[in-house]
């Protein structure tokens, strides 16, 4: 059997009453990125890694990624110039939320890498111009985030490079600590509430990219006060939040599992 068939034949063979079948399609997708050029193999890694933390969370949006995409709202409308930024795992996961979200916050789409290729940046805006992208940013390369070495410093000037405030989801630390010294406000999506991308992001959302996207989209019509969530807005206050949250299913599922083994 082929790898196509085999890929067929497996979600296939998966009902949707599956306990693990939302998991287990969002697997699937990400690998038939990786098959199709657009996600990079690590990408399969950094996958299998948000899906641990996701458990940790149980799986939902928590009221702190509630408070955190609340807040992230509020950045993105008082943006002179948002940017979302997308690489190959948020671009096969979120591709029509990236898009439609884009159009509602008058955004512009950067692709951009840290495993950078051209064919692979081509691609994913090929991609996202199937669901409706348009005039996508990323193959330029006419600009450097300031501090980085490497391909993963190579922006778009007319994206990353003169935004003001920047949407990363699934975002490396590095990258997220060096447009934080450009003086960008940076947003992301991140189920590691532990990660440096976190803890130096100005908004944190400890959610799942899938579950995050359409939750932002349905918040821009929502709020009203953007000046006043951003003022009240603490990220390491909502970060220890998450973390003490995640603590406390732990000892829980600690203290059943020693009760079952009386």
């Known amino acids: 059997m082929n790898n196509y068939l085999s890929q067929k034949y497996f979600i296939f063979m998966i009902p949707c009453n599956h306990p693990r079948y939302e998991s287990l399609m969002l697997r699937s997708r990400i690998e038939e990125g990786v098959k199709n050029g657009i996600v990079h193999p690590t990408g399969l890694i950094a996958h299998g890694r948000g899906e641990a933390f996701d458990y940790l969370i149980g799986e939902k949006t928590q009221k702190f990624a509630e408070n955190a995409i609340k807040a992230g709202v509020a950045y993105l409308k008082i943006a002179e110039n948002p940017v979302i930024s997308v690489n190959g795992n948020t671009a096969i996961l979120s591709a029509e939320e990236i898009v439609k979200l884009a159009e509602k916050i008058k955004a512009k789409i950067e692709v951009n890498l840290f495993h950078r290729s051209e064919k692979r940046i081509k691609k994913i805006i090929s991609f996202l111009e199937e669901k409706g992208g348009k005039n996508i940013l990323g193959i330029e390369g006419d600009a450097r985030i300031k501090g980085l070495s490497h391909d993963r410093a190579i922006c778009s000037y007319d994206g990353i490079y003169s935004g003001d405030v920047i949407l990363v989801p699934l975002e490396d630390g590095d990258r997220c600590e060096a447009l934080k010294?450009?003086?960008?406000?940076?947003?992301?999506?991140?189920?590691?509430?532990?990660?440096?991308?976190?803890?130096?992001?100005?908004?944190?959302?400890?959610d799942n990219v899938v579950r995050a996207m359409p939750a932002l989209i349905k918040q821009f019509e929502k709020i009203k006060n953007p000046e006043e969530i951003i003022k009240k807005w603490n990220n390491e206050k909502n970060l220890q939040i998450a973390l003490d949250f995640i603590c406390s299913r732990l000892r829980k599922f600690y203290r059943n599992y020693n009760l079952n083994l009386l």
């Open 181 to 206: 010294k450009m003086g960008k406000v940076v947003i992301t999506v991140d189920l590691n509430p532990l990660s440096r991308t976190a803890r130096n992001a100005d908004v944190t959302i400890v």
